[in-house]
């Protein structure tokens, strides 16, 4: 269903304002050599696939985990538990109490109503598939957020997190979690400050911004431009980083954070995390837990 699925946000541009000096969004060269920063890495996966179909309804099996990794004399160790949950997901309004029952008994507290309670009898299979998708998809989340939200809770080293930050406020307010997003479906500038982000080139980084969400914690974002893009689209090797939103009297020292940030994220870079098809943007302390992941929870 990670293949199949039709939910797939539309490209949007969103402004930002810049928090990092005066005047419009730039191109910064990070010009000190990078330095390894980070001493662990966070990532999720999910799989999810229609187990049965009850008079056209899918019944969908989806399993969520996610893991932290932790570098410990230059090999990669779990820190703590990873977490390995399985569900059964089916929309409860769609099928008989008897059908409802036998799923209920059979899973008991595994069991995901994705309708939650409103009559959706009438749904196409593919409308009542992609809600299910969705809350697999919530439920890899949820795991992430548990993960981290422990280890800014008893580490102080840096954590390295695949996507960003600020759906949990533990983690967006913590000095200690770093967000890096791959994925550029919504893209924080516009107009002249959009030329200058797809323009960046290796090693360079955009002014930080403000990023705000009604329902998310706002956190301090920029790009980097982990890679050469000579000769490739506009999105090669370029990543966007969050950190937590400074408070008033730190605002000045943003920049320098963001390079000693940046300074971090480009020391990953290295060893290449091939044969991902992500390689441009992916390190390879994601890619291992990716692989890790894999092998526990399959």
């Not at 196409?124 to 809350?135: G, I, K, T």
């Not at 091939?274 to 943007?281: G, H, M, T």
Request: overall charge neutral.
């Amino acid at each position: 269903m990670e293949v199949a699925s039709s939910l797939v946000d539309a490209p949007r541009l969103i402004s930002a304002t810049v928090l990092e000096g005066s005047g419009p969004l730039r191109a910064r060269r990070v010009f000190q050599t990078p330095v390894a920063g980070f001493r662990g890495f966070l990532d999720g996966t999910q799989r999810s696939v229609v187990a049965a179909h009850l008079h056209g309804v899918p019944v969908v099996h989806g399993t969520a985990a996610a893991v932290i990794r932790e570098r410990r004399n230059r090999r990669m160790h779990s820190w703590s538990v990873p977490l390995v949950e399985m569900r059964v997901y089916a929309p409860r309004e769609a099928l008989s109490k008897a059908e409802w029952g036998t799923l209920s008994s059979a899973y008991r507290d595994r069991l995901v109503d994705t309708t939650d309670g409103e009559a959706d009898t009438g749904s196409h299979p593919l409308a009542l598939r992609d809600a299910a998708f969705h809350r697999v998809q919530a439920h890899r989340e949820a795991l992430e957020h548990r993960l981290a939200e422990r280890w800014c809770a008893t580490e102080h080293d840096r954590l390295f997190i695949d996507g960003g930050i600020s759906a949990s406020e533990t983690v967006a307010v913590s000095s200690c979690t770093v967000g890096v997003v791959k994925s550029h479906r919504t893209l924080y500038a516009e107009g002249a400050a959009l030329q200058t982000v797809l323009g960046l080139g290796h090693r360079e980084r955009s002014s930080v911004v403000r990023i705000t969400s009604p329902r998310r914690t706002s956190v301090a974002s920029w790009y980097l431009r982990l890679r050469d893009p000579a000769g490739r689209d506009p999105m090669w090797g370029l990543v966007r980083a969050e950190i937590a939103h400074p408070d008033p009297a730190e605002l000045h020292e943003i920049g320098q954070r963001a390079d000693e940030v940046s300074r971090w994220i480009l020391a990953e870079t290295s060893p290449l995390a091939l044969p991902d098809a992500r390689w441009d943007k992916m390190v390879y302390g994601i890619r291992d837990c990716e692989e890790f992941l894999r092998a526990v929870a399959g």
